[in-house]
C-alpha cells in the first residue's frame, strides 16, 4: 500500500517478501539493511586482491518487536528524514520502533522504541525484542574488550590485507545493551527507550562517538540532529514530478538512497570510501560485486549529485586521488607508463577484480574517472582540486597511460587501442571499441587544457594521440559500430556506442545520433542492467521524440522492488540489490534528459522537453559556478529563480549570471529571488562577464 499524499513517504503493511529488497540506511560511512544481522562500513574490506570484500559486521541493533497477542503492523520508510519505523497495534499498545543511520554523527546507528498504553489495565504491557545479534564474523576475529560507560564493546581487525603488505583495518563495536523485552506498568501510560551502536576504526574514535552518542540522547537532540542534516540536504535539492506518482516516487528514492551513500556535507574527516553498485548496506563476500567500486561511480551515480552538491562530488574526486599510488602499481604490472585505475577498486586503488581480463581489458574506466574530474571543473571552476588537490596527477597521468597503450598504425595514419573490453562486457580482446577510444580522446583533450590553465607544459602526444586516434564509423550506414568487426545486429548487453552522444558528447549529426539509437535498441538485453534504457531515453530526448524516450525509461519501473523504491539490477529481481548505478542512470535521464542540461567549458546549456504525461518538472538547487538556481520546467515555458549568494567552492568572487535563448538571441540577466520566465526553448546559463581565454587561479 503506497502513501499517495506523499512521494516521500514509502508505507506498507507487510514486508517484502525477499528481504533483500528491505530498504538499506546508510550515510556515507555506514550502511545497514533494516532487521539484518550484517552491516558495512566504508573502506573496511576483507580478503587479498581477487578476494576481497566488505567486511561483514555483526550489528548489535538487528531486533525486531512483537507481542504475543494480534496487531497489525505498519512499515515506513520517510525519505524526509531518513527514518525507517515499525508500527505494531495490538488491543492494549501501539509499539513504534525507529532506525536510523545518523546523517550528522556518521559513526553511530540508532534503534529507538515507543509503547503508548491503548487502555487502562492492572497488568503490564510487554513488549517482545527479537534479536538476531550474533557477535561473531567470518571476516573480522571479534574479542571482547571491557564496558564503556554501560555499553557493550568488542574489537578485531580484518583476517587479511587487500595486498602483501597492506594493513587490516581494525573495527570497534560499543553499544547500549538491547534486552529481550521492554515494558509499561500498570501506572504507566507511555514510555520511550533508546539504543546507539557506535562503529569505528580506533577505540578513541569509537569512545568519542558514543560520548557524543550519549550527549545527544540526554538532551534530547539525537533525533533532531539527524532529522536537521536531512532536511539541510532536500533544502539544497529536490527533483519533484507533477503528473505520474510512479516516476515522482521513483525519482524520490534515486535521490533518497544516492544520497545516502554520500557523507555528509559537514564531514571533515576528508576520508570516504567511494560509491559501489549495491551502496554500503551490500557487498560482503561474493554478493553485490563485493562492495567494490567501478566506473559506475564516476559515470553512473557522480552526475545527477554533482549538478547539486559541489562538496559531494569533490568527495568521489578526492576517493580516486587517494588511489594514485595503486593506479601507478596497475599500470607498471602492465608494462604502460601513468595511472591505470582498477576496475575493481577498494581501498589502495590495486587492481581487486576476481577476473583478471576485466582489469587487464576494461581500459575504459580511465576515461571515465576523469570525465568526472572535467565535469566538476566545468560546474565549479575550482581549480583547487587539481593544485593542491592533486587532480592535475590523474588527469595528466591518465593521458600518459594513453600515450603508452595506443599503437600507431602507418597504413591508415592513426592510433588505435588494441585487446580492450568495451562497455558491453559480451565482447572482449576487440580492438578500438569506439566508446573507449572516444573516452581516450576526451581524457588526452581534457589533459591538454588543464595543462594550459595551470600553465604546465603538456607533452606534444597528448594532442597529437587526441586529434589522431580512430574513432570507428561505417559511413555506408552512417552509424558507429562498437568496435572493429562489429555487424549490425550483433547483440548488445548494454549501453555503450548510444553514450557517444551523451554523456560524452561527441560531435554528430542528428541522423546518426538517430541511426546509432534504433541500430542498438532492438538488439540491446532486455534483461541487462538497470542503467541502459536511462541512456536511450535521453538520445531519443535529444532528438525531439519524449513518448518514444518516455516508453523506454518506464522500463526501468520493472527494476524498481516495491513497497520501499529498493533497485535492482535485473528486471526480474536478480543481481545486485540497492542498485544505484540503475538509479543513477535513470535520475540522469530525468536530469539531463527532459531539461536537456549538458554541462560545457563556457556553459550550462539546456533544452527542455516534457513528455504528455508530466504537467511540470521542479529542480530546485542546481549549483553552476556557486551559484544555486530553481527550475520550473512546464509544457510552454521555463522559470529560473536565481538564490541568494551563499559562496562558492574555490573561489569567493561568483560570476554574474545570464539566460542566452538560442533561436532568438535573447539575453536575460539572472538577478537573485527574481524569476525569469521564457518561452519553452534551448539556450545556456553563462557568465555575463566578458569571456576570458583563462580561468583564474
Not at 171 to 192: C, D, F, M, N, Y
Not at 200 to 213: H, M, Q, R, V
Not at 404 to 430: A, C, F, I, T
Request: glycine share 8%; hydrophobic share 35%.
Amino acid at each position: 500500500m503506497s502513501c499517495d499524499s506523499d512521494p516521500y513517504v514509502f508505507t506498507t503493511d507487510a514486508l517484502p517478501n525477499d528481504p533483500r529488497f528491505l530498504p538499506p540506511l546508510a550515510n556515507g560511512l555506514l550502511g545497514w539493511k533494516v532487521f539484518d544481522s550484517i552491516m558495512h562500513m566504508g573502506g573496511v574490506y576483507n580478503g587479498e586482491a581477487g578476494d576481497c570484500h566488505r567486511a561483514d559486521i555483526p550489528c548489535p541493533l538487528a531486533a525486531k518487536i512483537e507481542t504475543e497477542e494480534p496487531a497489525q503492523h505498519n512499515y515506513t520508510l520517510d525519505t524526509h528524514t531518513g527514518i525507517f519505523s515499525h508500527t505494531l497495534s495490538s488491543a492494549s499498545v501501539t509499539a513504534s520502533q525507529s532506525l536510523y543511520c545518523h546523517r550528522f554523527y556518521a559513526n553511530i546507528l540508532v534503534m529507538e522504541v515507543l509503547l503508548e498504553r491503548r487502555v487502562t489495565s492492572e497488568e503490564p504491557v510487554v513488549v517482545n525484542l527479537v534479536s538476531s545479534f550474533d557477535p561473531h564474523s567470518k571476516d573480522i576475529q571479534f574479542e571482547s574488550s571491557p564496558d564503556y560507560k554501560g555499553g557493550r564493546h568488542i574489537q578485531g581487525q580484518t583476517a587479511k590485507a587487500e595486498f602483501p603488505g597492506g594493513s587490516c583495518p581494525t573495527v570497534h563495536l560499543i553499544w547500549t545493551p538491547v534486552p529481550s523485552t521492554v515494558s509499561l506498568p500498570p501506572e504507566q501510560t507511555k514510555a520511550r527507550w533508546g539504543f546507539i551502536l557506535v562503529v569505528a576504526n580506533s577505540l578513541e574514535a569509537a569512545k568519542s562517538s558514543y560520548d557524543e552518542g550519549l550527549n545527544l540522547m540526554e538532551t534530547g537532540n539525537l533525533r533532531p540532529s539527524h532529522e536537521k542534516a536531512w532536511k539541510e540536504l532536500w533544502l539544497q535539492s529536490k527533483v519533484e514530478v507533477t503528473g505520474s506518482e510512479t516516476l515522482s516516487k521513483a525519482v524520490v528514492g534515486c535521490m533518497f538512497y544516492l544520497l545516502s551513500a554520500f557523507p555528509s556535507i559537514h564531514d571533515t574527516s576528508s576520508y570516504f570510501g567511494g560509491l559501489s553498485p549495491g551502496g554500503l548496506s551490500n557487498g560482503g563476500d561474493g554478493q553485490d560485486y563485493w562492495g567494490h567500486v567501478f566506473w559506475d561511480q564516476d559515470v553512473w551515480m557522480y552526475p545527477g549529485i554533482a549538478l547539486f552538491y559541489p562538496k559531494l562530488a569533490r568527495s568521489v574526486l578526492e576517493y580516486r586521488v587517494g588511489t594514485i599510488d595503486g593506479a601507478k602499481d596497475n599500470a607498471q604490472k602492465q608494462g604502460y607508463k601513468g595511472l591505470k585505475f582498477p576496475w575493481e577498486s577498494a581501498v589502495s586503488g590495486r587492481e581487486v577484480c576476481p577476473d583478471d581480463i576485466y582489469g587487464q581489458q576494461e581500459i575504459h574506466i580511465n576515461g571515465d574517472v576523469t570525465l568526472a574530474f572535467q565535469h566538476y571543473l566545468y560546474l565549479t571552476e575550482d581549480l583547487s582540486v587539481f593544485t593542491e588537490g592533486k587532480g592535475s596527477e590523474v588527469i595528466f597521468g591518465v593521458a600518459d597511460y594513453w600515450v603508452s597503450r595506443v599503437k600507431w598504425n602507418p597504413d591508415d595514419q592513426k592510433y588505435h587501442l588494441l585487446g580492450v573490453m568495451p562497455p558491453d562486457e559480451y565482447y572482449y580482446n576487440v580492438n578500438n571499441s569506439v566508446y573507449t577510444n572516444t573516452v581516450a580522446k576526451l581524457s588526452l583533450q581534457f589533459a591538454v587544457e588543464l595543462a594550459d590553465f595551470l600553465q604546465h607544459s603538456a607533452p606534444k602526444e597528448w594532442q597529437e594521440v587526441a586529434e589522431r586516434i580512430e574513432i570507428p564509423f561505417d559511413q555506408e550506414l552512417q552509424y558507429h559500430p562498437e568496435y572493429d568487426g562489429y555487424s549490425k545486429g550483433q547483440p548488445v548487453k548494454q549501453a555503450d556506442t548510444v553514450m557517444l552522444g551523451y554523456p560524452l558528447g561527441l560531435p554528430m549529426p542528428p541522423e546518426v545520433r538517430r541511426n546509432d539509437l534504433e541500430a542498438y535498441e532492438p538488439v540491446t538485453d532486455p534483461n541487462g542492467p538497470a542503467m541502459t534504457w536511462g541512456m536511450f531515453a535521453i538520445g531519443w530526448l535529444e532528438l525531439g521524440e519524449a513518448e518514444k524516450a518516455q516508453r523506454l525509461l518506464e522500463k526501468c519501473f520493472k527494476n524498481i522492488q516495491g513497497p520501499f523504491q529498493v533497485w535492482s539490477e535485473s528486471s526480474d529481481g536478480s543481481g545486485a540489490v540497492n542498485f544505484l548505478t540503475g538509479m543513477g542512470g535513470f535520475l540522469q535521464a530525468v536530469l539531463f534528459g527532459y531539461t536537456g542540461f549538458r554541462v560545457q567549458k563556457e556553459c550550462l546549456a539546456f533544452a527542455p522537453l516534457l513528455p504528455d504525461e508530466i504537467c511540470e518538472l521542479c529542480v530546485r538547487g542546481i549549483n553552476y559556478l556557486g551559484n544555486q538556481m530553481d527550475w520550473l520546467l512546464r509544457k510552454d515555458d521555463v522559470c529560473v529563480i536565481l538564490r541568494e549568494q551563499t559562496g562558492r567552492a574555490g573561489n569567493t568572487n561568483p560570476h554574474k549570471l545570464q539566460v542566452v535563448l538560442k533561436a532568438s538571441g535573447a539575453k536575460i540577466p539572472l538577478k537573485p529571488g527574481q524569476p525569469v520566465t521564457f518561452p519553452r526553448e534551448a539556450g545556456c546559463i553563462c557568465k555575463m562577464d566578458p569571456p576570458s581565454s583563462c580561468w583564474p587561479l
